[in-house]
């Protein structure tokens, strides 16, 4: 199967690894030239995967019509707020057969849409029932290291999800399939903010018990939201879900994390943001989120906190002493 991946960032990179690893040719694509001259030239991605040598079948190219004629499957891997320019340039040259895999986890801040609604209003209408939304507890450089990961593809057409799931499962990849594009993509989105939350509360020094208060109760918030918003509640348990939460909240390697905990340190945000170098997705999905949360009239306390802390001037233990003291319910209020 012909691929191209469109972002040669650290997740298109390794993505585009794991398919060229099973024989196909790849092709990435990117406005960075000087990351497509590196993987060219030293088949590596220095910049974003350091040290990782890519399969052979991985090649590079600048022209976006070129990387994607003749392409059987088109991965989509750019930062989400960037998703729709680049499938503007990418619909006059998708192949009406294609298979489209979007692997961006985001919903646009002006229109509130996820990737599946920016990609339905952007991409030919032949093309909807190609589209797949791949998630799931993955950090890019443990996949380029092909250790072992399990995440889900989810799409309307059984046909599409499955012959997405055979493209790119192999011993180190497993995919799951789901029909719930809507919660898969929420929950890929909003679990970026709690996550923010959870560096902050390591950040503070709260301890184990708050951490998994936190994660915990940022599920029910991520379910009611999505839930709200047409998803299936089960969905919220799985790995798109559940496991893609349990990864960004507990882990250095996510950069919202480390957000949060600079912030729960008493960092400034820009200070913290700078020494990050790279998108943190969470400071911008917190606006998306307490924007839809308050769309779909769903109580979402820890996702406001998040925003109030990065946009509303309160410091992280304030944030944090406000949570706490809330009235006091159920632990299921429906
Ligand atoms: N890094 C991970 O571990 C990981 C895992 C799962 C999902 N994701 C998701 O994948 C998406 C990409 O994340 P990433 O970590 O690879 O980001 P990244 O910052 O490592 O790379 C982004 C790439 O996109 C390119 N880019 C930016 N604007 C562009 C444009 N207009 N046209 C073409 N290319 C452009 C950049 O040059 C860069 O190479 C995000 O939505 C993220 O949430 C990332």
């Not at 991985?58 to 070129?66: D, K, P, R, Y």
């Not at 990609?119 to 909807?128: A, Q």
């Not at 799951?176 to 020094?205: F, R």
């Not at 918003?229 to 507990?250: E, K, N, W």
Request: hydrophobic share 45%; net charge neutral; charged share 20%.
């Amino acid at each position: 199967m012909r691929c191209a991946v469109l972002g040669a960032g650290s997740w298109g990179t390794a993505l585009g690894g794991i398919l060229a690893a099973k024989g196909w040719p790849v092709t990435v694509w990117d406005i960075d030239l000087e990351v497509l001259e590196d993987i060219r030239i030293s088949g590596r991605n220095s910049r974003y995967l350091p040290g990782i040598d890519l399969p052979g079948t991985l090649t590079a190219e600048a022209a976006l019509s070129v990387a994607v004629a003749d392409a059987q499957l088109v991965v989509l891997v750019v930062p989400s707020h960037v998703t729709r320019r680049v499938a503007e340039q990418l619909g006059p040259h998708l192949h009406p057969d294609a298979l489209v895999c979007c692997a961006a986890k985001g919903i646009e801040i002006d229109t509130l849409q996820t990737m599946s609604g920016v990609l339905h209003e952007v991409l030919p209408t032949r093309t909807h029932p190609q589209l797949t939304f791949l998630s799931g507890p993955s950090f890019a450089v443990e996949v380029a290291r092909h250790l072992p990961t399990a995440v889900t593809v989810a799409g309307t057409r059984e046909a599409a999800r499955r012959a997405v799931q055979e493209a790119f499962s192999g011993p180190s990849f497993r995919v799951y399939t789901s029909e719930d594009v809507m919660g898969v993509e929420v929950a890929g989105c909003v679990k970026n903010v709690v996550a923010i939350a959870s560096g902050m509360c390591d950040g503070l020094g709260f301890g184990a018990n708050a951490r998994a208060a936190l994660i915990t109760r940022g599920l029910v918030e991520i379910t009611r939201l999505a839930v709200a918003m047409g998803a299936q509640p089960v969905t919220l348990a799985g790995l798109s879900g559940m496991g893609d939460l349990i990864l960004t909240c507990s882990s250095e390697l996510s950069r919202n994390y480390r957000v949060g905990r600079g912030l729960g340190r008493g960092r400034p945000l820009g200070d913290v943001v700078a020494e990050l170098g790279q998108v943190a997705e969470g400071v911008v999905n917190a606006r998306s989120t307490l924007a839809l949360a308050r769309r779909h009239q769903v109580d979402m306390p820890i996702s406001a906190a998040v925003h109030a802390v990065l946009y509303e001037g309160l410091s992280a233990r304030e944030a944090a002493t406000a949570l706490m003291t809330r009235a006091l319910k159920p632990e299921t209020d429906g």
